[in-house]
């Protein structure tokens, strides 16, 4: 008979070898990556790409080895056949490469994650090991094959997933590699081909569920996807830091992440449009707006134009114009490439005209010197410009926005109303609203052909640059004994700049396609904004993760079919449903559902895995006081209408009570959450307080935290999507069901704790409070 002491050292001892391995791995990588660096850029183009090439290989593996260094086994299989196998964060063998530590992506470990009682896999035993740093700390064992021979006495544990939701929040999302369900996996694991639409209420596990699908195709589709690339969006930048360490921690590196706001290189989107004027820009109907703004830039002149060049007469008739203007538009080109097309076409006329006025025919390069000057003549030019404006997408959705005359031409079908809430100042800042919008315009106006002509003059300029240094260099050092010229020094030197990777050239370029992505929150996105992702994946692989009762963007989803359909067509997408609330105690849960319910938010029906005794408290500002835990002040709250809101030192009360009770050095967060009117007041009030609750020692420790690791933070309900905290102290309902999300936002706050949510009120609580509704 063994003890559990005994489990542990046996366990210690299996992962001090596969630590042993992983840093001989590490070693290994950072000695050859040394070694590939110091071969330098020397040799044939050929010889330096592939040098470049190996670099990349052992710097992406190096900070794979890197990132698996917390939790790098977590589960072990006793197998019915005999033996065991452990999975882990990525695939170990030995030397003689045998089989240490089963990636988990890997289809040998699916029984980790699928097996049951019913449905064993072939598995009599499961173990989850718990660790902290290197040292096993626990061990978490369920037996699915009853007959087996088990120890009773070696047994152990609480339940993995539930000693993972008690653990303290930090500012970074954790993944859930060790802990992942049987519907999760299951979704997880899906196909790569096509799109898949994950449904599921609040604390279902999402984003987790997102993240590690995005890991499991990068394992399972390694050849393809790593050529093209993953791009995931998510809803803001703090939610991106939020989650930013998941990937790297399970294996992978290579990810582009992205907001809808960033997707186009160049284009910062700082300014924030208000409810409706976003709607109004995200709807399809732009696509067709931008094509009619582009058209206008190519328009016929009202009447014929003469020319005076060298002595010269020349005429811009208006038939010439129309007709160079039809042939450049049956290239098919973007306007600003066909642009090329046009006055080529143009110059020709007019080089035909000068050939009339000769009354002889011009040699090959005399006509090319012809069109030459033509087409630098200040007054052709402007001519050919005004028929042919090359544009830019700002330029061009800028005017719209800025000169009524422009979006009136446009939009037709737009309303004088909507038309004047989209007007704004030139030179405004872009909106994410915006960026679908230029998307569109930098799509069918293609790149400048003057930008471009200054792009390769300056390509040339730098080359110049080099060649003249290279020079200098062999000139005043003597180095390389005649056998090098200065050719070869320069290639040598633009040799020497960093090869980019896949996620990075991907990044950079606008116009990539991925072979796969994944939208997080993607209930929030609007009809342009899933038209300018598609267009980015043109094999429609998608995982698209979000709840439709969460959405509180007046452009975003209020059911799949009517998002999805005009953009994938029906048909051309697939429903997963996450149905157990991993994160949300039951009794926040339900009450939660109540209020959705009650607003008539398309909820979808959850069941919680846990409750926590005392997970809700409503507490009442004025007559009545605190209604208890779990309680509440009775059906639409006990307070009169037009009572004042509770006032911050009661909110702040609450806070630092939960502060003290959850907050750690390591570990903890609490959120107090309110409108953005009362946000700032609130966080000032709750900076104060914190010296005399915690220490002055301990509130400046929380005040040195950046926003985004702040364990006890003042925040709009907006601001929390997609976050969890331990602890929430919610601020006035009424007032967040209000505002531009409405109950969605209130629906989205209710359910962000893991641990306990208080409620402060004045005014009436929504419907849907009481138990009774």
Avoid: C
């Avoid at 996996?185 to 984003?207: F, H, M, N, Y």
């Avoid at 939009?411 to 007007?423: F, G, H, V, Y």
């Avoid at 439709?548 to 059911?559: D, E, I």
């Avoid at 959850?606 to 408290?617: H, I």
Wanted: proline share 4%; hydrophobic share 40%.
């Amino acid at each position: 008979m063994t003890s559990i002491r005994d489990e542990l050292e046996r366990e210690q001892a299996v992962v001090d070898v596969l630590y042993a391995r992983l840093d001989e791995l590490r070693g290994t990588t950072r000695g050859r990556l040394r070694e590939v660096r110091l071969t330098g850029a020397v040799g044939t183009p050929q010889n330096r790409s592939e040098r470049d090439a190996f670099a990349t290989h052992y710097e992406d593996r190096a900070a794979q080895l890197d990132a698996v260094e917390d939790r790098l086994a977590f589960g072990r299989l006793d197998l019915a056949e005999g033996g065991t196998r452990y999975v882990g964060r990525i695939g170990l063998t030995d030397a003689e490469h045998r089989s240490l530590l089963t990636d988990w992506r890997a289809p040998a470990a699916e029984a980790f994650y699928r097996a049951t009682a019913l449905h064993p896999h072939g598995v009599h035993r499961r173990r989850h090991l718990v660790t902290k740093g290197r040292s096993v700390t626990g061990v978490e064992d369920e037996v699915l094959d009853l007959s087996a021979d088990v120890d009773a006495t070696t047994l152990s544990g609480e339940g993995a997933l539930l000693a993972a939701m008690a653990t303290g929040r930090t500012g970074r999302m954790s993944d859930i590699v060790a802990t992942i369900q049987a519907e999760q996996d299951r979704i997880i694991r899906s196909e790569l081909s096509g799109a898949l639409v994950v449904q599921g209420g609040p604390g279902t596990g999402k984003t987790a569920v997102a993240l590690h699908r995005a890991a499991y195709l990068l394992y399972a589709h390694r050849r393809l996807l790593e050529r093209s690339g993953v791009l995931l969006v998510g809803p803001s930048s703090s939610f991106l830091r939020y989650i930013d360490q998941v990937l790297p921690s399970l294996g992978e590196t290579g990810v582009v992440s992205s907001t809808v706001g960033d997707l186009l290189p160049g284009i910062r989107a700082t300014g924030v449009d208000e409810g409706r004027v976003a709607e109004i820009k995200g709807r399809l109907v732009w696509r067709d707006i931008v094509r009619r703004a582009v058209r206008a830039r190519e328009r016929v002149p009202e009447r014929d134009l003469t020319v005076r060049v060298e002595g010269h007469d020349f005429v811009v008739r208006r038939r010439d114009v129309r007709d160079a203007i039809g042939h450049a538009r049956r290239a098919h080109k973007p306007h600003n490439a066909a642009r090329a097309t046009f006055v080529r076409d143009m110059l020709g006329r007019l080089a035909n005209q000068y050939r009339d006025m000769l009354g002889e025919q011009l040699a090959a390069e005399d006509r090319a010197s012809v069109m030459e000057d033509l087409r630098s003549h200040r007054d052709i030019r402007v001519a050919l410009n005004l028929a042919w404006f090359p544009i830019t997408p700002e330029k061009l959705v800028g005017d719209l926005f800025a000169k009524p005359h422009r979006l009136a031409e446009a939009a037709p079908e737009m309303s004088r109303r909507d038309r004047e809430l989209l007007r704004r100042e030139a030179g405004s800042p872009w909106t994410e609203s915006d960026v679908p919008i230029l998307d569109e315009a930098a799509e069918l106006l293609g790149e400048d052909d003057s930008i471009a002509l200054a792009e390769a003059r300056a390509r040339d300029a730098e080359r110049a640059a080099e060649l003249d240094y290279a020079r200098t260099v062999l000139e005043n050092s003597g180095a390389g004994g005649g056998l090098v010229d200065a050719e070869t020094l320069a290639s040598r030197f633009a040799a020497t700049g960093p090869s980019l990777t896949t996620a990075e050239r991907a990044a950079a370029d606008r116009a990539w396609t991925y072979g796969h992505v994944v939208v997080d929150e993607a209930q929030e996105l609007s009809p342009m904004a899933w038209h300018m992702l598609v267009r980015r994946v043109p094999t429609r692989s998608l995982t698209i993760v979000g709840d439709v009762a969460q959405t509180s963007s007046a452009a975003g989803a209020r059911s799949w079919p009517a998002q999805l359909d005009p953009v994938l067509r029906s048909g051309g997408w697939r429903l997963a449903e996450l149905t157990i609330s991993y994160r949300t105690p039951a009794t926040i849960a339900d009450t939660a559902q109540r209020v959705a319910t009650a607003a008539g938010l398309p909820v979808s029906r959850l069941r919680a895995a846990r409750d926590v005794p005392g997970s809700l408290t409503v507490v009442r500002s004025g007559p009545g006081g605190t209604s208890g835990p779990g309680g509440t002040s009775g059906p639409g709250g006990s307070g009169r209408k037009g009572l004042r809101a509770v006032p911050d030192d009661a909110v702040v009360t609450e806070a630092v009570s939960l502060a003290k009770e959850f907050v750690g050095t390591e570990a903890g967060r609490v959120a107090v959450v309110a409108v953005e009117h009362r946000a700032a007041g609130l966080a000032a009030a709750l900076a104060e307080a914190l010296p005399a609750a915690l220490g002055a020692d301990e509130a400046a420790r929380l005040a040195r935290q950046r926003p985004e690791d702040a364990q006890v933070t003042v925040v709009t309900p907006r601001e929390t999507k997609g976050l969890e905290y331990d602890a929430v102290v919610l601020v006035e309902p009424a007032e967040i069901a209000e505002g531009p999300g409405g109950t969605s936002d209130l629906y989205v706050a209710m359910t962000r704790p893991t641990q306990r949510l208080v409620v402060t009120h004045a005014r009436d609580l929504p419907e849907g409070f009481s138990a009774e509704v």
